[in-house]
């Protein structure tokens, strides 16, 4: 039987490509759609299809129903903790494809998901090369002492790091600690010129106009260097297939899990 997918962020840059997927696909339907500027409006006919019956909601709660077996939430840093919180309490699995939320916001979101029997998978990058990127930088960190962490995007990005480079940052401390040169407090000069210390990894966000998404781990050995390096194209149908791997996955799944690599390399 057809997952029933309810898609918040429906008219934006991913939650369009993701719409389409469903609608053309047979083992999802679209059974759900949000996006507050396009409140009212046949999702078929926004995204230049026939027309599916399916109106635009602008809240979450007009959108869930109790046919709803996942909701995929790709809106911003500020709604999508209450989206997914929202939609666990009501015992829907939620896959988060939204940047943003921090460690205090990931361990909310697992005692309600365990509290109520649920599953919420949630990726900086649903990419299938990203993934790789960070699953072959996690394999570098078990031979090499120390790295950097590079996060690229475009100059509107509201949050840094990404998400994704949160989350590789954090995948590399599972491994073990990037080892300093000489230490931050003692360098002369501005101290964040060094950047952020994430999970134990200097971080650095460049934020440019021109720039779409992307990462790099530079390894640094004496003599030697390695640099891992992933870049996002203009098109969001890279981070399509990921999703819906998730949302196939969450629905038996409880409780909290971090990464699209956890679902392929675990």
Known sequence: MALQICVAGATGW???AL???ILQSSDFTLCGAVARKAAGQDIGEFLGMPKTGIKIKAKIEEALTDSTNVLIDYTSSREVKGHALYALRKHIPVVIGTSG???E???ELEFVAKTNSVGVIASGNFALTACLAKHFSTIAARYLSQWEIIDYANAEKLDVPSGTGREV?????SVKQSKLGRPIAELNGPK???GATISGSQVHSVRLSGMIFGFEVLFGQPDERLIIKHEAGAGAEPYVGGTLLAASRVVNMVGLTRGLDRLLFS
């Open 14 to 16: 991913v939650g369009k």
């Open 19 to 21: 719409c389409k997927a």
């Open 101 to 103: 939320l921090i460690q």
């Open 105 to 107: 916001d990931f361990a």
């Open 169 to 173: 940052a954090e995948a590399m401390a």
């Open 192 to 194: 964040e010129a060094r």
